[in-house]
């Protein structure tokens, strides 16, 4: 193919070298004897050692780094207001003694008991003698696990930490054990990792507080009692509290479960496998979507995790929109 100056030109400035033979006498569009500037035979062995240019390569920058918020200052928590401490309480702080609706109720619940080996000490007035958490409801669950003496954190701790937030919640958080700072406020998630979920719920438009079902979440610890100096829990532990968290999934009935930490994980998956190879993909808690995630308290000691910590919201916000409304 024979190509005019003008081609030729363009094809030196792009970088291409090619070859033609000498216009032929009494063509119009090239000029006699103007030919680009032949390219040297190559031997074959040279061609096959000679790799083709490479094209550059465009790469998408990581999703998580492009949209992840930095979540390195959360603000602190608004003060609860009286109406919203009657709705946490209602929703999840254990119940004084006192008179009120929770405690009436727990006082007229039939009597009640978590499985377990041997005889469990409680409180007078109240009877634990058989296994019937599964058919409790919210007043007799609260006054089980705040009269519960089935291992002997009920020993050592303040509070029992029941859980906060919508009893009938879209998002149901799943965490590990209460800290100190739980322990001393019968609530879960409090302090730093506390401000930390805040701030993660708060990039969904998801809340704590007070708020319709579908902004906010319920939130609840595998264990309900803090092991002394805010060691791991022991097998026996995750084992006594087990029926209390499983009642709870029960009443609340979530649309989708953020299990955070690794023992929210094991207890929920029955799985030993790090959260690094179980997260980003959506498992299942007898029938409900649940995504695993880091616990915040690992976050803030490994802050390079939180871009893949809003991944992990980002999937369970999907599959939110993928179920639509209630």
């Not at 062995?45 to 083709?52: D, I, K, L, N």
């Not at 727990?106 to 109240?126: E, F, K, M």
């Not at 979530?254 to 998956?269: E, K, Y």
Request: proline share 12%; hydrophobic share 40%.
């Amino acid at each position: 193919m024979a190509y005019s100056e003008r081609q030729q030109q363009m094809l030196a400035w792009m970088g291409i070298r090619v070859w033609q033979p000498p216009a032929e006498a009494g063509t119009p569009d090239e000029a006699p004897g103007v030919v680009a500037e032949p390219q040297p035979a190559m031997a074959p062995a040279a061609r096959a050692e000679t790799p083709p240019p490479q094209q550059p390569v465009s790469r998408a920058p990581e999703p998580s780094a492009a949209r992840a918020p930095a979540w390195s200052a959360p603000a602190p928590r608004p003060p609860v207001t009286a109406a919203a401490g009657v709705a946490l309480q209602s929703a999840g702080r254990p119940l004084p003694p006192a008179a009120g609706a929770g405690s009436a109720s727990a006082a007229s619940a039939p009597a009640t008991a978590l499985r377990v080996d041997g005889p469990i000490d409680v409180a007078p007035g109240l009877s634990f003698g058989g296994g019937e958490v599964a058919s409790m409801d919210w007043p007799a669950l609260r006054a089980a696990v705040e009269h519960c003496r089935a291992c002997a954190l009920c020993e050592s701790r303040k509070n029992t930490v029941f859980g906060v937030g919508n009893e009938r919640a879209d998002w149901m958080i799943v965490g590990e054990a209460p800290g100190e700072q739980e322990d001393l406020r019968g609530e879960p998630f409090v302090g730093p990792a506390g401000q930390l979920l805040d701030a993660m719920l708060q990039s969904l438009g998801l809340t704590r507080e007070e708020a319709p079902p579908q902004r906010q979440v319920f939130i609840a610890n595998t264990l309900k009692c803090r092991p002394p100096r805010n060691r791991n829990p022991a097998p026996e532990e995750l084992a006594q509290c087990e029926p209390y968290l499983q009642r709870q999934l029960a009443l609340v009935q979530p649309r989708v479960i953020l299990a955070m930490g690794r023992f929210a994980v094991q207890s929920l998956l029955r799985s030993t496998l790090p959260i690094g190879k179980l997260r980003g993909q959506v498992h299942s808690y007898q029938g409900t979507p649940l995504v695993v995630t880091y616990h915040p308290a690992y976050l803030l000691r490994n802050p390079v995790d939180k871009a893949r910590a809003w991944d992990d919201l980002c999937l369970a916000a999907s599959v939110m929109e993928r179920q639509g409304g209630r």
